[in-house]
DNA sequence: CATGCCGGGTA
DNA sequence: TACCCGGCATG
């Protein structure tokens, strides 16, 4: 996996290669590669390269991509009427919004690259859903990509016919794609879209990628590394995180604990209706799983202000979540992951705390006590300046019920779930500071214990002497 | 130890 | 839902 038969001149962005897709070994490639990436050495090029367009063929069929040069320089276009009478050719440049009319031996089908005294490779092997440089393309597939490039400069919408949940992911990795991009690439959009990661290790499949791109920052290394070289590398992880994998494949979620079992399945049961031609993105099924992290359970009564989710799977962005799982979510989610991952701000870490600690109960400057309901599921969201240590210890920490572990697991520290919405405040349970006044017990008596508030009959919190 | 009260069980 | 109680935290 590791590109031993990379090529060395290649942007460090271009290095979008893969050694082991089947498909791409043709020989008959054996004219220049174009630079589909628009990378570093890329489409500034000048003239005419080898690969003129006479040389394959005569005639141009409408819709296929095709390169001009356009003020001094390739750009990419699609060819709306080849007029063979006059030989020549209609091309739109969807970058430039432009049409032009260019002789058939001005226009090229793959893009100029230094023209290489000796060829540096026979085969660029990138995933075949990467939609490599037109010069690898069997000419059925042409039409796919030439649809998908048209698609992509037109409206930047997801270039491949792909089932629901990808295109959120890659329709919005699309929209990263700014037209200054494609235009100065000459290429799809889909080679810009890598322009984030700029990492001189080969580039994994452009889908796995674009999911990335989305479901993580942009400066997770390590997560790349991991789908790069596909391998559950032992990654560094805080203590006591177990890592699992969420299937994201809509109406799945199922999870593994493994990477190869996740991938397997949902190549099996996912991907396995896609033909093996189909499949020839080396790992596809990285896309349609993303990496939770399950924390260790730990001692019930911890450390105030040291939030302690019991059991949380948090979707880890890491992978396409997501989030990504989320995701992805995706988050995560990673999240998940949601990953799409939804970080609103109930999420985070400092919201959890706040609610903790923000009771009107716990703080008995700040207002005077609403009824118990109230102050439960009210005052979540007021700060409050008063909180001092002394209130915080004063937070008891029980034991965690079900409905608080759901809720802790979904506010956790790490990388939100994607899916984590609007807890159920009224579960978490803080226990109230007793309070000052008398209560029916002190007023009454042991005695009259039928004049007691039913609650404090009940060894409830007192219903007639509220604090 | 008395008190307050949460969580859970029972009818 | 009403009632009861074990159990825990706090003062």
């Not at 460090?12 to 590669?33: D, K, N, Q």
């Not at 367009?53 to 005639?59: C, G, I, M």
């Not at 007793?434 to 007691?452: F, L, N, P, S, T």
Request: aromatic letters at 6%.
């Amino acid at each position: 996996m590791l590109p031993k038969s990379r090529l060395g001149k290649r942007s460090p962005l271009g290095a979008l290669v893969c050694t082991s897709c089947p498909s791409m070994e043709s020989p008959l490639e054996t004219g220049s590669h174009g630079d589909p990436e628009g990378g570093v050495g890329g489409p500034t090029m000048g003239s005419p390269g080898p690969q003129h367009l006479s040389r394959f063929n005569n005639k141009l069929l409408p819709g296929q991509k095709v390169y001009v040069l356009c003020g001094g320089r390739e750009c990419t276009g699609v060819v709306e009427q080849h007029n063979h009478v006059d030989n020549e050719v209609a091309v739109l440049l969807p970058v430039l919004g432009q049409h032009v009319l260019r002789k058939l031996e001005d226009v090229w089908t793959c893009p100029t690259v230094p023209p290489p005294p000796h060829q540096m490779s026979s085969c660029i092997d990138v995933p075949r859903r990467s939609y490599c440089s037109p010069c690898y393309r069997s000419a059925e597939s042409m039409d796919e990509m030439m649809a998908a490039l048209v698609l992509t400069s037109l409206s930047c919408s997801p270039l491949v016919p792909s089932p629901p949940q990808r295109d959120t992911v890659t329709g919005s990795a699309s929209m990263e794609c700014g037209g200054g991009e494609l235009s100065d690439s000459g290429s799809s959009g889909y080679w810009s879209c890598d322009h984030g990661y700029g990492s001189p290790a080969p580039s994994p499949p452009i889908t796995e990628t674009e999911g990335h791109s989305l479901a993580m920052p942009p400066d997770e290394g390590l997560d790349m590394e991991q789908v790069l070289f596909d391998e559950p590398a032992p990654r560094k992880r805080r203590n006591s995180v177990k890592v699992a994998y969420r299937c994201l494949w809509p109406n799945c979620g199922k999870i593994l604990k493994s990477v190869v079992g996740i991938k397997r399945h949902i190549r099996t049961l996912h991907l396995g209706q896609v033909s093996e031609h189909e499949r020839c993105s080396c790992s596809e099924e990285d896309f349609y799983y993303t990496e939770i992290h399950q924390r260790e359970p730990r001692p019930l009564t911890r450390p105030l202000g040291v939030p302690t989710p019991s059991t949380p799977w948090s979707a880890s962005p890491s992978s396409p979540s997501p989030t990504g799982v989320g995701p992805g979510a995706g988050g995560d989610s990673p999240t998940e992951v949601s990953p799409q991952l939804s970080q609103s701000a109930p999420s985070t870490p400092d919201f959890f705390w706040q609610v903790h600690s923000e009771h009107s109960y716990q703080v008995p400057v700040q207002v005077e006590a609403p009824p118990v309901s109230v102050s439960y599921s009210c005052h979540c969201t007021t700060p409050t300046s008063t909180l001092h240590p002394r209130q915080g210890a004063s937070f008891r920490v029980r034991s965690v019920s079900v409905g608080e572990q759901w809720l802790q697991q979904h506010s956790a520290p790490i990388r939100p779930h994607p899916v984590s919405t609007s807890p159920q405040r009224s579960h978490w349970s803080t226990r109230r500071i007793r309070g000052e006044a008398k209560k029916c017990r002190k007023v009454y008596g042991i005695e009259h214990r039928d004049q007691w508030c039913t609650a404090c009959r009940w060894k409830k919190a007192c219903q007639r002497f509220l604090d």
